[in-house]
């Protein structure tokens, strides 16, 4: 699933290509919605909110989330599309540009002062002006028995962070991902860096929590299961952590570095 910092990007693109321009097409391929019709009215903006993305055109906002396969494409009229069309949950184009969403997770259209109904639990978005690291130590630090590794992941603590920066986070403090959160050192601290490292990124499609864009050096645990660690040589360990079988992702750690 693709990690706030790239929903961002995707948001931004989004919003250059449409914001301030007149929908000459709404074609919304969901049966719930198939029936909307925004075209006609001038796109507001286009923003994310952790991992969720919000156009806002009139009274309305069409609310989408990539989910695992989803994602948004921008082309030039009559433009060929890269992936075909029965993918096609969304298309919203203006005169002069057409964007596609394809394979969302989620698509709906709702009243824009009832956006909380969809993004209201999300906790503070960690790409946004507005971010609150205050309200986000209250809320990762509310669980004191639950495990680091499923807190950072939570999107109603921090909405934006996802299994990339949770693997690294953890390697970068020095703590398993089981750990419990009432046992990590300063976890403002960790709350701190985790905003830096997005930030950093926010802006290259090449992530890097090591500082360095070099093939295999991208990550300290990251995908490098088996691979000696960057600082200790000890090879990558590749586990499983989550509240239940059906939402376990993989965790990467150093059981050297990481105690």
Known sequence: MPEGDTVYRSARALNE?????????CDLRVPAF???????????????????????IGGMTIHSHLKMEGSWHL??????????????????ATSERVTVGFSLGVLEVVPREREDEVIGHLGPDILSPAWDP???????TADPARPIGLALLDQRVIAGLGNVY??????????????????VAD???????????????????ERTTTGDLRRGRQSYVQRREGKPCLRC??????????DSELTERQVYYCPVCQR
């Not at 290509?17 to 097409?25: K, M, P």
């Open 166 to 183: 949770r693997n690294e986070l953890c390697f970068l403090r020095g703590v398993l991902p089981t750990r419990p959160v009432g046992e």
């Open 134 to 140: 205050a309200e986000a130590l209250r809320r990762l």
């Open 233 to 242: 040589g000890t090879p990558i360990t590749l586990g499983a952590l989550g």
């Open 187 to 205: 976890p403002a601290g960790m709350i701190e860096l985790a905003h830096r490292l997005v930030l950093a990124n926010r802006d290259r499609t």
């Open 75 to 92: 082309y030039l009229p009559g433009s060929p599309w890269r992936r075909p069309a029965w993918q096609a949950r969304a298309v919203l």
């Open 17 to 25: 290509a449409l914001a301030g321009h007149v929908l000459e097409v």
């Open 34 to 56: 198939a029936t909307v019709d925004l075209s006609g009215q001038t796109v507001d903006e286009v923003v994310s909110v952790g991992k969720h993305i919000l156009h806002r």
